[in-house]
Nanobody
């Protein structure tokens, strides 16, 4: 089992940047595929990005491709989401998630509590 704690959310003007972090407990972090999801008010939760266990493979939602970068540091048990050129439509609660399955489309088993990102126009 793994516990996830997100940080780094906040308020930013459109065009600005934020970096989210997700710290994981446990000694087997490198055995988990990690992902970031988000949920805007009144909308369903949506996929943002995912990264493989080694960090060698990443995949993004079309809405964030070219603006967001997911990365991980297995030595620090942490996954990051660098967000640039932020838009008001990026406003949401951002969640970190983990799965012990390798496939990109796997269902995620563990979730953090979320961190709020607000982008003003």
């Amino acid at each position: 089992q793994v516990q996830l704690v997100e940080s780094g959310g906040g308020w930013v003007q459109a065009g600005g940047s934020l970096r989210l972090s997700c710290a994981a407990s446990g000694r087997t972090f490198s055995s988990y595929r990690m992902g970031w999801f988000r949920q805007a008010p009144g909308k369903a939760r949506e996929f943002v990005a995912t990264i493989s266990r080694s960090g060698g493979s990443t995949y993004y939602a079309d809405s964030v491709k070219g603006r967001f970068t997911i990365s991980r540091d297995n030595a620090r048990n942490t996954v990051y989401l660098e967000m640039n050129s932020l838009k008001p439509q990026d406003t949401a609660v951002y969640y970190c998630a983990a799965t012990n399955k390798a496939t990109m489309t796997a269902v995620y088993d563990y979730w953090g509590q979320g961190t709020q990102v607000t982008v003003s126009s």
